[in-house]
């Protein structure tokens, strides 16, 4: 099976800091890759699939790029409803496995 | 709009089962297959598996064969997880999720989450 791997596995960044996180798996997924966001106490939410396409609703803030195996989500100026617990998903085929998990907070 | 409104939190004890609940509301219930997440206490996110609602065949990842059972009722637009002999290590938050309006394979909606305490 396809592992995934995310760094880094926590970060603290201040307001209107561009923060990156990176995603990588263990082999090529084209493009089939989604990024979820999870606030504390909170279900899960979709904010990119196909890679780079913004859900519904999404704050452009957030982007996503990357093909193949190495996936970056880029917030371009944090804010402090960010704060929380982003995970890669890959769904070219079963097993549809998630990253670890990357915990973002507020310096 | 889409709902998926599970049922309430769960206390059992070790050898036990539980059946947690899914209702879909808001879409054509055997459109869209119903995925299941699971994640323990301060842990991460695992994709448990998959069912699909038109054919009832589920998918199961590695660690949820065995014990682990999808099921459906699509007369009331219900998915199921069966969990039997539990084990204190199945304590967890159990999600059921839809794909998304995008590439149905991705988890669009999410249920609330059930909470499994397994104890003695």
């Given at each position: 099976d396809i592992q995934m791997t995310q760094s880094p596995s926590s970060l603290s960044a201040s307001v209107g800091d561009r923060v990156t996180i990176t995603c990588r798996a263990?082999?090529?997924i084209s493009n089939y890759?989604?990024?979820y966001q999870q606030k504390p106490g909170k279900v899960?939410?979709?904010?990119?699939?196909a890679a780079s396409t913004?859900?519904?609703g999404v704050p452009s803030r957030f982007s996503g790029s990357g093909s193949g195996?190495?996936?970056t989500l880029t917030i371009s100026s944090l804010q402090p409803e960010d704060v929380a617990t982003y995970y890669c998903q890959k769904y070219n085929s079963a097993p549809l496995t998630f990253g670890p998990g990357t915990k973002v907070d507020i310096k | 709009q889409v709902q998926l409104v599970q049922s309430g939190s769960e206390l059992k004890k070790p050898g036990a089962s539980v059946k947690v609940s899914c209702k879909a509301s808001g879409y054509t219930f055997t459109s869209y297959?119903?995925?299941?997440?699971r994640q323990a206490p301060g842990q991460g996110l695992e994709?448990?598996?998959w069912i699909n609602t038109n054919t009832g065949n589920p998918t199961y990842a590695q660690g949820f064969t065995g014990r682990f059972v999808f099921s459906l009722d699509t007369s009331v637009s219900t998915a199921y997880?069966?969990?039997?002999?539990?084990?204190a290590e199945d304590t967890a938050v159990y999600y059921c999720a839809r794909g998304s309006d995008g590439p149905i394979a991705v988890a669009g909606h999410w249920g609330q989450g059930t909470l499994v305490t397994v104890s003695s």
């Amino acid at each position: 099976d396809i592992q995934m791997t995310q760094s880094p596995s926590s970060l603290s960044a201040s307001v209107g800091d561009r923060v990156t996180i990176t995603c990588r798996a263990s082999q090529g997924i084209s493009n089939y890759l989604a990024w979820y966001q999870q606030k504390p106490g909170k279900v899960p939410k979709l904010l990119i699939y196909a890679a780079s396409t913004l859900q519904s609703g999404v704050p452009s803030r957030f982007s996503g790029s990357g093909s193949g195996t190495d996936f970056t989500l880029t917030i371009s100026s944090l804010q402090p409803e960010d704060v929380a617990t982003y995970y890669c998903q890959k769904y070219n085929s079963a097993p549809l496995t998630f990253g670890p998990g990357t915990k973002v907070d507020i310096k | 709009q889409v709902q998926l409104v599970q049922s309430g939190s769960e206390l059992k004890k070790p050898g036990a089962s539980v059946k947690v609940s899914c209702k879909a509301s808001g879409y054509t219930f055997t459109s869209y297959a119903m995925n299941w997440v699971r994640q323990a206490p301060g842990q991460g996110l695992e994709w448990m598996g998959w069912i699909n609602t038109n054919t009832g065949n589920p998918t199961y990842a590695q660690g949820f064969t065995g014990r682990f059972v999808f099921s459906l009722d699509t007369s009331v637009s219900t998915a199921y997880l069966q969990i039997s002999s539990l084990k204190a290590e199945d304590t967890a938050v159990y999600y059921c999720a839809r794909g998304s309006d995008g590439p149905i394979a991705v988890a669009g909606h999410w249920g609330q989450g059930t909470l499994v305490t397994v104890s003695s």
